[in-house]
């Protein structure tokens, strides 16, 4: 066809009519969502997927699959997780028809008092070394959830993720990335060259990469149960090595570890039900934006617009005020959970938004006395386990036990030295938690088992899940892939203050004239590298009793099913 036609006939085509040029999706969309009938996977790496649909098949449930699923992401995704650090789980049971709650979340040491750090001169908890180092809880939160619902034994579930860590594995894209941030990081810290550098650097993509300490820590695990992690040879090997390296961390502390079954909290948003586990954990800030944002018309506003990125900022700032206030181990202070998730407070808390306006400050409210792996499986039986598990700032403390060949993670680095504070430290207290799995039902059914990694970015990702589902009615793959917000620099729960606005951060995927609106209205906006998490989710199909899966592509991540 001769030049000139074809520049004619683009000249005379109706405009937008080439700016569509999928079958389906939003032009944001990676990919569709993956549809199975008798079982889906979704975590943050293909081998762990796989290794979730293979415990699935074998005759295992979803809570065996997702403890397996979670054992590989602890060898593949030593970045994020491993048995040296917490996990967190909501558990729906198809057979009891109810949704439980698993805090797997370690306590601080004992023996390491509140004096060591004011005589000491800390203002905070370091974030490496010994001293933020507490129990970690991984091991034990994965011996109750398959004692409480599993199907299979240990030996077989945890098999995949030996096989990896002796045999090796090729390493993804995104892991050599982070490899190579946190073991530069962490390298003079005693046996992560050996573990984490071998042949003097951390493997590159494609690298088969072996950890035969780790295989055998986790062969002893099979052996003895979870008392050999916390009662026998690990842990005495664990108390030797901190020991060594001037931390509080004991034998003691390890022998009187237990997980334990809570209740998961709620509120509802347009007519759809939001699970999330209390404190320690900051799941409620979730809860508490939905809250707020219900009284505005979202989806009047638009995805993308200035208007619905405002009042989410602006909501997210109001609810980790009293995230950083009141949010801590619910055994050593009394979280107002009730008051905290109440619609009238709610009401009262939004008032306070001004839309022509970012505050660079709210206080938290008035109450009256009184780098993380996510995954999800579903099965069958109707099972679905939304889990959480992660060290903390990648590979956690950098305190890597001699000859065990994993990291212990720096969660007690949360805790305040504040007096008074509620969150502030005391021995044998759970930290304030980052890592939350999250649930949606509706009408009182399982609907959809979802997540988003990555410290303060968990709530917010939650809160925008559900908007695009709820007001944008985005599908669960859409969702996930829809350009992200990400708000920094609030309260902290260890004391820091905000007193400047912070900075709202924006994905890739936002027009030009809404990020110059938003500059407008006060906002200090700026470009992030890799910083909006990582996303997981299924949703249950009643009608056609299907399952959906999504992941996302900011991970390695892969949604497979049956």
């Known amino acids: 066809m001769p030049r000139v036609l074809i520049i004619f006939l683009l000249v005379m085509v109706p405009a937008g009519l080439f700016s569509q040029d999928r079958v389906t999706g939003r032009d944001f969309a990676t990919r569709s969502e993956v549809i199975a009938r008798n079982g889906m996977a979704a975590t943050s790496h293909p081998l ?29 995704e030593p970045t994020g997780a491993g048995i040296g650090g917490d996990i967190f789980a909501l558990i729906w049971s198809g057979e009891k028809d109810k949704l439980y709650g698993l805090n797997g979340s370690g306590r601080s040491p004992r023996s390491l008092k509140m004096e060591y ?17 507490s129990v970690p809880g991984c091991v034990d939160g994965g011996y109750e959830m398959n004692e409480m619902f599993g199907h299979l034994s ?31 990081l962490l390298k003079d810290f005693p046996n992560i060259k050996e573990v984490y550098m071998p042949g003097g650097k951390s493997p590159s993509k494609g690298e088969v990469f072996k950890n035969p300490l780790l295989a055998s820590t986790l062969e002893k695990i099979v052996r003895g149960g979870r008392n050999e992690f916390y009662r026998g040879s690990i842990a005495r090997d664990i108390a030797l090595f901190m020991k060594k390296q ?23 948003y347009r007519g759809y039900t939001v699970w999330e586990l209390p404190p320690n954990g900051q799941g409620i800030a979730a809860l508490q934006m939905l809250n707020i944002l219900e009284g505005f018309d979202i989806s009047a506003m638009g995805f993308g617009s200035a208007e619905y990125i405002h009042v989410f900022t602006e909501a997210k700032k109001l609810a980790f005020e009293d995230r950083a206030r009141y949010y801590s181990d619910p055994v050593f202070s009394a979280t107002p959970v009730t008051q905290l998730l109440s619609k009238k407070y709610a009401v009262e808390r939004r008032r306070l938004i001004n839309p022509e306006k970012a505050a660079k400050i709210y206080d938290s409210g008035k109450i009256e006395a009184g780098n993380t792996v996510y995954l999800t499986v579903a099965d069958r039986f109707g099972n679905m386990v939304s889990l959480i598990q992660s060290n903390y700032r990648g590979m956690g403390s950098g305190m890597c036990p001699t000859g065990l060949g994993f990291v212990l993670q720096d969660r007690g680095e949360m ?25 949606i039902t509706k009408g009182g059914k ?95 199909d009643p009608k056609n009793k299907v399952w959906f899966g999504a992941s996302e592509s900011r991970k390695d991540g892969q949604a497979a099913g049956y």
């Open 154 to 184: 240990m030996k077989d579930i945890l098999q995949p993720a030996i096989n990896y860590a002796r045999d090796g594995f090729p390493v993804t894209e995104v892991i050599a990335y982070s490899l190579a941030k946190n073991s530069e």
């Open 246 to 268: 001037g931390g509080f961390l004991s034998y003691e502390d390890l022998s009187r570890h237990h997980s334990e079954w809570v209740d998961p909290v709620s509120t509802t």
């Open 446 to 540: 399982p609907l959809i088992s979802f997540g988003v990694m990555g410290g303060d970015m968990q709530p917010q990702g939650h809160v925008q899940i559900i908007v695009n589902i709820v007001d944008f009615k985005m599908n669960l793959q859409e969702a996930g892939d829809a350009p992200r917000i990400h708000h920094i620099g609030s309260s902290e729960p260890t004391g820091q203050q905000m007193t400047d606005g912070g900075i709202l951060l924006l994905e890739n995927g936002f027009r030009w004239e809404v990020i110059q609106k938003l500059i407008n209205l006060g906002h200090k906006v700026q470009w992030d590298l890799g910083g909006y998490g990582g996303y997981q989710a299924i949703m249950w």
């Open 415 to 439: 805790f305040s030295l504040s007096a008074g504070h509620n969150n502030m430290y005391a021995p044998g207290k759970r930290p304030f938690h980052t890592i939350i799995p999250a649930f």
């Open 48 to 76: 762990a997927t796989q290794a979730a649909l293979d415990i699935l098949k074998k005759g295992g449930n979803a809570i065996d699959a997702a403890i397996a699923a979670n054992a590989v992401l602890g060898v593949v």
């Open 117 to 133: 750090f004011k005589d000491n001169g800390f203002e905070f908890i370091p974030s490496y070394g010994p001293l933020p180092v």
